[in-house]
Structures are given as structure tokens and as C-alpha cells.
């Protein structure tokens, strides 16, 4: 039974993990084509560290409930909601920069943007893949349009977007290069990482050029930002293809580009059903699987936040932090 008020993790203003206040808040109602979701788990991403610190303020009105994913069982329709119905598990991205965010007992969102939970997963489970793996499938299937035999090069394969970026290409039948610390070399080859090359270690241009005999690779990835614009111009074939989910900080020179002929695409990933059903394919096949490694209750939200901004007590985490909402 949904209560009319619930608990949630407001901002009353930007800045420190501090921040965070657990307070009552009034429980929203679904209005026209909304369904109203009681939120049993969420994950953390870099997305929701960068709003609480304020990189997003013009955005953003306070006080506001931050948060990008969402597992839950829907508890209310709205007039008009025609392809869902109360007790369906559901899971998704809320629209970012508009409305509420997933640190709260209950979300309201429009049924255009949801999707039926894989059944072979659990709700934690489920809520590390919204955000994330929507945007690994947005920037490998809908601006790559990656194709089997394909090469790509994965900037950053341990991170949160890295890990289903690596099972979605392999899935689509890609050679797959990934960068990372040795420490997390093994896990990532068994994720379907074909070559793993430590940028701490090595020059990744130079390791890239001589793992495909000087031709680069098709398609780049790069989920880290920095100087990778324009490096990855420099490992790139002919008519290759540069995606980035990154913002730019400064002007990059993309000289090595131009001489490629390549294609640059900027992605902010957008919510749809369409792309939730093609993720549930993969995942209740087996081939795109979570990465959970860690769990906190929302009461302690700002030590999720903290572990992935800053590494808390553990410079080797990988993969995703989970949030549980409630049971």
C-alpha cells in the first residue's frame, strides 16, 4: 500500500556528501500516462556525484532528490497508462534534469521510459543497469552502430558504463580492447575483454596500434574524459568512429582525427522503453551480467557517494554500488 509520506535523501543545497538529509517528504501521485513505483533499490553513479557537488546547478532547482536508477514494483497507475499495471516489477532511468530522482521510497514516471525487470535478476541487481548499460547500448548500437568483426577500444572497462560496455560489444560480435589497471585484467577478460592493456603501465596508442598491426581500431569508447578526444584520433583506421559520453572541459586538437575521416559522437543518454527491452534480452540471456559490489542503505548514501567519487578505503573498487530503498 503506497503511504502518503516516505522517506528520501534531499539536497537543500549542492557541495560535501554531507549534504544528504534523510527527511519526510510527501509522497508524489501519477498523473496522465505516469505510474507511481515503489523504489526497492537504486545504484550510485558519476552522474549523481556530479549533481550533488553542483556541476549541474543551473539545471537543478532546490531542494531536489538526485538518483538515475531505479528498481521497484509499481504500486499506482495514472489515466491512461495502457502497458503497465500495479504489482509489475519494473526497472529504469528517471528523466534526468526533470522531476525527482530515485534516492526515495516511491517515483513517479512516465510508462514511455520504463521496462518490465529482467526475471533472472534481483531488484539490486536490476538497478545497476539503467543508467549505465542504457548508455553502453545508446553508444554501441544507436551511434556506432557497431557490426560484427568490428574492432572497438573501451577507454576505462573497470568503471560503472566500462564493464556492460565490454559484454554489449562482445554480444554484437566485436573484438574488444579495454584499458585498466592489471589489478582488474582477469575479471575483465572473463567479462569478454579480447586484449586488456594497462594505461599505467604502457602507452595504450602504442599498445593498440601494435595489437592490430598499425590499422587502429573501428570504433572508440571513451567514458574518462581528459585528453582522450584527441589521443584516440591516433588509434583510429579509416572512416573509425570516436563516442564519448564525457564533457569537454577545454578545446581538444583533433588533427589525427580529420586524418582518419572519423565520425565524433556526443552522447546524453536518453530514457525508452525500446532500449530497456533489448537490454532485458541480453541480460535474461546471459549475456549482459551484473556487476554489485557493494551495498548501503540509503541512510548512508553519502558513504556510497564517497566510495565512488573518492575511492573510500578501497583504491581497487570496481564495478557498481548498490542502494536498497526498501523491502
Known amino acids: 500500500m503506497t503511504k502518503y509520506i516516505m522517506k528520501a535523501a534531499v539536497l537543500n543545497e549542492f557541495g560535501s556528501v554531507e549534504?544528504?538529509?534523510?527527511?519526510?517528504?510527501?509522497?508524489?501521485?501519477?498523473?496522465?500516462?505516469?505510474v507511481l513505483v515503489k523504489v526497492l533499490a537504486t545504484s550510485v553513479n558519476p552522474l549523481d556525484f556530479q549533481v550533488r557537488r553542483g556541476d549541474y546547478k543551473n539545471e537543478l532547482q532546490l531542494p531536489v532528490i538526485t538518483g538515475h536508477d531505479v528498481s521497484g514494483v509499481i504500486t499506482d497507475i495514472g489515466a491512461g497508462v495502457k502497458n503497465f499495471k500495479i504489482?509489475?516489477?519494473?526497472?529504469?532511468?528517471?528523466?534526468i534534469f526533470n522531476g525527482h530522482g530515485s534516492?526515495?521510497?516511491?517515483?513517479?514516471?512516465?510508462?514511455?521510459?520504463?521496462?518490465?525487470?529482467?526475471?533472472?535478476?534481483?531488484?539490486?541487481?536490476?538497478?545497476?543497469f539503467p543508467l549505465a548499460a542504457g548508455t553502453a547500448w545508446e553508444m554501441l548500437y544507436t551511434r556506432a552502430q557497431l557490426k560484427i568483426n568490428q574492432t572497438v577500444l573501451i577507454h576505462g572497462g573497470a568503471?560503472?558504463?566500462?564493464?556492460?560496455?565490454?559484454?554489449?560489444?562482445?554480444?554484437?560480435?566485436?573484438?574488444?580492447?579495454?584499458?585498466?589497471?592489471?589489478?582488474?585484467?582477469n575479471f575483465l577478460k572473463g567479462l569478454g575483454a579480447d586484449h586488456t592493456i594497462d594505461y599505467e603501465k604502457v602507452n595504450y596508442i602504442d599498445a593498440v596500434l601494435d595489437l592490430t598491426d598499425n590499422k587502429g581500431v573501428d570504433v572508440v569508447i571513451d567514458t574518462i574524459g581528459g585528453n582522450t578526444l584527441s589521443d584516440s584520433g591516433k588509434v583510429l583506421s579509416q572512416m573509425g568512429q570516436v563516442v564519448t559520453l564525457v564533457d569537454i572541459e577545454q578545446p581538444q586538437n583533433l588533427i589525427h582525427a580529420w586524418g582518419k575521416n572519423a565520425t565524433y559522437h556526443?552522447?546524453?543518454?536518453?530514457?525508452?522503453?525500446?532500449?530497456?527491452?533489448?537490454?532485458?534480452?541480453?541480460?535474461?540471456?546471459?549475456?549482459?551480467?551484473?556487476?554489485?559490489?557493494?551495498?548501503?542503505?540509503?541512510?548512508?548514501?553519502?558513504?556510497?557517494?564517497?566510495l565512488l567519487e573518492f575511492r573510500d578505503s578501497d583504491e581497487d573498487f570496481y564495478g557498481k554500488i548498490g542502494v536498497e530503498i526498501g523491502n
Open 19 to 34: 549534504k544528504f538529509e534523510i527527511l519526510d517528504v510527501p509522497t508524489p501521485k501519477p498523473g496522465s500516462d505516469e
Open 87 to 95: 504489482g509489475d516489477e519494473v526497472y529504469y532511468t528517471p528523466e
Open 103 to 128: 534516492y526515495a521510497e516511491y517515483h513517479v514516471a512516465k510508462e514511455s521510459i520504463i521496462g518490465i525487470k529482467p526475471k533472472n535478476v534481483s531488484h539490486l541487481e536490476a538497478a545497476t
Open 159 to 185: 568503471g560503472g558504463v566500462g564493464i556492460p560496455t565490454i559484454q554489449i560489444a562482445k554480444a554484437m560480435g566485436a573484438t574488444v580492447y579495454t584499458t585498466a589497471r592489471t589489478v582488474h585484467h
Open 266 to 306: 556526443f552522447v546524453f543518454t536518453r530514457q525508452s522503453r525500446n532500449k530497456l527491452d533489448e537490454l532485458t534480452k541480453l541480460i535474461e540471456a546471459g549475456k549482459l551480467k551484473p556487476v554489485l559490489n557493494k551495498v548501503f542503505p540509503l541512510s548512508e548514501i553519502g558513504k556510497a557517494h564517497s
